[in-house]
């Protein structure tokens, strides 16, 4: 039996209708922890921008995951919420090399985290794969076919999130607390146009890749992202074009002791069940 199922604590999931956030509450709920989930439209509200609405949520808790806010801010009042709570261990969702967006949102966050509630563990992973069937590049695919980024020949070992989603409510559910820092990756390095062959031939569709300059693609998508976003994104596209993305992670196999899967089995499965 486990630290939280022992003492009854429920766990709070932020992001809880998010592609991670929903997978970690089923999971501990599968597995009897009490969970509260949390978002802007749960029953347990919570809202980055109101502080009203985070201390009743931690209240009596005994493990929260974080999924960081998508705009900067200080993040450290809601940090002093936690330490206020007693709530000492927290999976944080950040960043595979957090400094590289300039976003300041993932390493600033490890900082306050880390200092707030000691348990902290920081889950730093990959590329989604998730990004080819419901992400952006998926949207992108849909309405084209073509698949235009500032990359060139860059390698990511992208990710599924649901291995994302049950390292978080593995290290959730331990007795012990987990390692400061957890790397995850995907099983394999593919550069974008290996990874679009790979959702063409498994939905049956002609889709191609085109490497663009980063001036391009910073005007194809100014109409509908964030200046901050767009920024963001494209000093990731610049570590992948780098090659610096273009290594793999043990962390999946580290916790849940087994590989994780790859982007063509995450394909297969969610082209499936879109059927």
Do not use: C
Not at 38 to 47: E, G, V
Request: glycine fraction near 10%.
């Amino acid at each position: 039996m486990t630290l939280h199922e022992e003492e009854g604590a429920p766990v709070v999931v932020l992001g809880a209708t998010g592609t991670t956030g929903s997978q970690v509450a089923d999971l501990l709920e599968a597995a009897d922890v009490r969970v509260r989930r949390a978002s802007r439209r749960s029953p347990w509200r919570f809202d980055w921008d109101d502080a009203s609405t985070w201390p009743s949520l931690f209240d009596g808790a005994g493990a929260v995951y974080v999924v960081l806010p998508e705009d900067p801010m200080d993040l450290t009042p809601f940090a002093r919420v936690l330490a206020d709570a007693g709530v000492e261990r927290a999976v944080v969702l950040t960043a595979r090399n957090p400094g590289v967006s300039g976003d300041g949102i993932a390493s600033g966050a490890e900082e306050v985290f880390g200092a707030a509630a000691p348990a902290s563990t920081f889950l730093r992973p990959s590329w989604f794969a998730q990004g080819f069937t419901t992400g952006l590049f998926a949207a992108q695919l849909d309405a084209t076919g073509e698949l235009r980024l500032p990359v060139g020949d860059g390698r990511e070992p992208f990710i599924d999130a649901r291995d994302i989603s049950r390292v978080a409510a593995t290290l959730l559910r331990s007795q012990t607390p987990g390692p400061s820092h957890v790397e995850l990756s995907g099983p394999q390095s593919l550069s974008f146009a290996e990874a679009v062959e790979i959702v063409g031939r498994r939905t049956g569709r002609a889709l191609t890749f085109a490497d663009i300059g980063v001036d391009e693609w910073r005007g194809s998508v100014a109409p509908y992202l964030k200046p901050r976003m767009v920024d963001a994104l494209a000093n990731l596209f610049d570590a992948i074009r780098a090659g610096r993305d273009d290594h793999l992670s043990d962390g999946v196999h580290d916790v849940l002791g087994e590989q994780p899967h790859s982007l063509e089995a995450v394909v297969a499965r969610e082209s499936a069940v879109a059927r």
